[in-house]
């Protein structure tokens, strides 16, 4: 049974591409679902307002250097105006502070809501559990990554039923590097935001413990916030490691697996923490494996369904700085454990937990949502009517449609500059091409400069 195409809206409070997971879950949804998606992620200074991702249109929220709650309060009035903009029929976000904007919508849009639960949180945690109980009791599927997740959650009978386990997955070739050369001085690698549920504090302790018996760098980056970077900085001088310990920002999603690659350990730290009875998987994780670099990562609940310890990556207890030294210095010395631990976590990746086995996951839980809506005929539907090329400024080149729709309620015949074919580019217009009619959102005031989908503006919180 073929049934109709899903117009589908997903939201994540990150940047994408970025170091953070949710742009692999994005990918995944991008790459596997048979529906329109319109997608809504932060913006930063370096990506534009609207991109053009396959048959995807990504809205980027700027937010500037706003506080965090002023972010998260910018981010969700702008899902807010996206779910009333347009009609869909399923909203899926990657946070509750999406969450809650979708949950408070439902009853009068009419959608399924799915929340994939990939935020967890820093700072205010009441805020982020409140907003979480609102969105998981709305939602009509609950994803989390793991089983250990699923039977926390499901300890509350109203979420029985309602959870589904989809791991996550990674670009299996895109991070297949491999080492990049030999740098002298063994090297250890820290991705992901300076933040108290990464453990940062654990880490420094444990490369002081290892520098104390060997010469190593350790690299610390991914992290878009300037303040916890200085803040990192003075840290890492206080503590005497300035020699030892680099910080930098969150490198171009492009450049990650060069980075990883560089590294002789990878390390996946977490601080363990429960929230809402889950714990934050440590990241990144996936993409350290699929680059055969030696991991060692926290064991927290859930780790253990991804990587065994001594297996495909050495596990130590979170907030431990001697056991994770020791296990830093066992990596570097000793080769077998290296080359054993990295073969057997890149075949796990490649045969488990690649991209493809996630896009697959995601396609079979829509199929279960909407039957029929994942199941077509691509030798019919994958193709358009053309009448001719126009070839582009960058060489590309743009199908055109045979009938053009240009009434009430369809977007306007393809332009030269529709197509964002750059990430340093910003459209001409607040519209991409599509290859079938969408109804444009209404609007705004010529005089609305907040962050919203309808028109691209300059980014708030800017100093």
């Known amino acids: 049974m073929t049934g109709p195409r899903l117009r589908i809206l997903g939201a994540a409070f990150a940047t994408v591409p970025g170091a953070r997971p949710h742009g692999a879950s994005l990918q995944s949804m991008i790459d596997g679902l048979r529906g329109d998606l319109d997608l809504v992620t932060l913006k930063s200074e370096d990506l534009p307002h609207i991109k053009r991702i396959g048959d995807a249109r990504m809205f980027r929220v700027p937010v500037g250097h706003a506080g965090e709650d002023e972010q998260r309060a910018l981010y969700a009035r702008a899902v807010a105006r996206q779910i009333e903009a347009e009609p869909y029929d399923v909203v899926h976000v990657l946070d509750p502070w999406a969450g809650v904007a979708a949950a408070e919508r439902k009853p009068t849009r009419g959608y399924t809501l799915v929340y994939e639960l990939t935020t967890f949180p820093e700072g205010d945690s009441l805020a982020w559990l ?14 989390v990554a793991t089983a250990a997740s699923r039977t926390a959650l499901t300890r509350s009978r109203a979420l029985a039923g309602r959870v589904d386990v989809v791991r996550p997955g990674v670009d299996v070739g895109g991070y297949d590097w491999g080492a990049v050369g030999s740098f002298g001085v063994p090297r250890i690698l820290f991705l992901g935001t300076f933040v108290p549920s990464r453990d940062v504090d654990t880490v420094l302790d444990a490369i002081a413990r290892v520098s104390a018996h060997r010469k190593v760098r350790a690299l610390f980056a991914g992290d878009r916030s300037p303040a916890r970077r200085a ?18 920002g969150e490198p171009a999603a492009a450049k990650l697996p060069a980075i990883v690659a560089a590294a002789d350990v990878c390390l996946a730290p977490s601080a363990g923490r429960l929230a809402a009875g889950c714990a934050e998987l440590p990241q990144p994780l996936l993409e350290y494996l699929a680059c055969h670099r030696p991991v060692v990562a926290a064991a927290v609940p859930g780790v253990d369904e991804l990587v065994r310890d001594e297996v495909e990556a050495l596990l130590y207890p979170p907030g431990d700085p001697a056991a994770l030294a020791d296990a830093i210095l066992e990596v570097l010395r000793d080769a077998t454990l290296r080359e054993r631990i990295t073969g057997a976590g890149y075949r796990r990746v490649r045969d488990e937990l690649s991209s493809g086995a996630r896009r697959r996951h995601v396609r079979a839980l829509y199929e279960r949502i909407a039957p029929g809506s994942q199941l077509h005929d691509p030798w019919l539907e994958e193709f358009e009517e053309v009448t001719g090329l126009i070839e582009l400024e960058t060489g590309a080149l743009e199908l055109l449609d045979a009938t053009p729709d240009t009434g009430e309620g369809s977007l306007p015949p393809p332009r030269r500059r529709d197509i964002d074919t750059a990430e340093t580019e910003s459209p001409a217009e607040p519209h991409v091409e599509g290859t079938r009619p969408r109804a444009p959102p209404p609007p705004p005031p010529p005089t609305d400069t907040s962050p919203g989908l309808v028109v691209p503006d300059t980014d708030p919180g800017r100093p």
Not at 133 to 143: P, Q, S
């Open 130 to 143: 409140e907003a979480h109980e609102a969105t998981a009791a709305a939602a009509d599927r609950v994803l």
């Open 231 to 248: 803040a990192l900085r003075d840290e890492v001088e206080r503590r005497g490691l300035d020699g030892v310990v680099d910080v930098r």
